[in-house]
């Protein structure tokens, strides 16, 4: 079967994962991790996060081209260093914030050195609790200083920003895709885009991901893909489709109305589900819907979308898709 898409997984989530009171799975090596991708049909791909699971430029080159894996994205992590626990790239603390976009820098350097074509950050310890937690106006300047800094250096390499509503902030001050546009446009740089994360767009039922597609791809930056589902009340990161079917085949129609053609990357959790069988599930699932809206008469469909009578809609989508 051939693969119309591209295909790829977080590291993180081939290995050991915990949540408050469990832990889920068995430590792999970096090496392991790279066996199972390469092990799953549809799938050639990996977004590694650094520095904590990547940091050898020398050792990455080799496991690339051993297992045939691709790089995806060098995902670069400035939440998890004690000094950022409230807050990195809008820390009070000047000395804290130049230690955040240093990390970002040095992803970017890790980037080239590799033969990444992107870094993407997602500033999950920026945010506030509660009223009158934090300077709001000073906090939005810190974070347009720091990312334009970030997004400045290396500007071969862009920076993609990943937008989550809550966590491990009560509320993230990148929370939407809208107050991300915002961020971007106010720096006004082409070397910077979004992260879209399926699941942290319907969290809460805050955004339906693909108008956020649309959104975004009519927008002068660039975009990148996460994959996974949830409940809406939490980022749970299940199996595509679980949750939200509908919204995910049309989150994928849009793609393919905008010619994505870049990495499709599974953001999913395994927990108490088989790793390999985890993102299998999800790399299926992608490509027979995206087989499937690829030979949907889109002059056709379209036409429908654009028109007044929604039943004539519906009726379109119960003999053309619900045939998956």
């Known amino acids: 079967m051939d693969y119309p898409i591209k295909q790829a997984v977080i590291s993180s989530f081939l290995s050991k994962t915990k949540d408050r009171f469990h832990e889920y ?7 392991e991790r790279f066996k199972i ?7 050639d791909g990996m977004e590694l996060v ?3 699971e990547v940091n050898n430029p020398d050792e990455l080159k080799i496991l690339t081209s051993k297992y045939k894996i691709n790089i995806a994205a060098i995902n670069v992590n400035v939440k998890a260093e004690p000094e950022f626990r409230i807050g990195s790239l809008t820390s009070n603390r000047k000395e804290i914030r130049a230690k955040a976009v240093q990390f970002i820098k040095n992803a970017k350097d890790f980037a080239k050195k590799v033969g990444a074509n992107k870094v993407t950050c997602c500033p999950l310890g920026d945010g506030y609790e509660f009223n009158f937690n934090c300077n709001y106006a000073q906090s939005w300047k810190y974070l347009i200083d720091s990312l334009d800094e970030s997004a400045s250096y290396l500007p071969e390499i ?3 920003i990943e937008y989550k509503p809550a966590e491990t902030r009560g509320r993230c001050f990148i929370d939407t895709a809208v107050k991300t546009l915002c961020l971007l446009n106010e720096i006004g740089k082409k070397q910077i885009g979004v992260t879209i994360d399926f699941g942290h767009s319907v969290m809460f039922n805050n955004e339906n991901p693909a108008e956020v597609v649309s959104l975004i791809a009519e927008s002068p930056f660039p975009y990148y893909i996460h994959i996974n589902d949830n409940n809406s009340q939490w980022d749970w990161d299940y199996m ?12 994928l129609y ?10 499709i990357t599974s953001d999913t959790s395994p927990t108490r589900w088989d790793i390999k069988g985890t993102f299998e599930a999800n790399a299926r699932l992608t490509n ?3 087989n499937l809206l690829s ?9 429908l979308i654009s028109g007044n009578d929604y039943l004539k809609t519906w009726e379109f989508i119960e003999k053309n898709i619900f045939s998956l």
Do not use: A, C, R
């Open 25 to 31: 799975n068995e430590d792999k090596t970096l090496e």
């Open 37 to 43: 991708v390469s092990e799953i049909e549809g799938m």
């Open 50 to 52: 650094f520095p904590y």
């Open 158 to 160: 862009p920076l993609f």
């Open 240 to 251: 595509v489709g679980t949750k939200h079917f509908l919204d995910y085949v049309e989150f």
């Open 254 to 263: 849009y793609l393919q109305q905008y010619n994505y053609n870049d990495y």
């Open 288 to 290: 027979k819907i995206w």
């Open 295 to 303: 030979k949907l008469d889109k002059k056709e469909f379209n036409k």
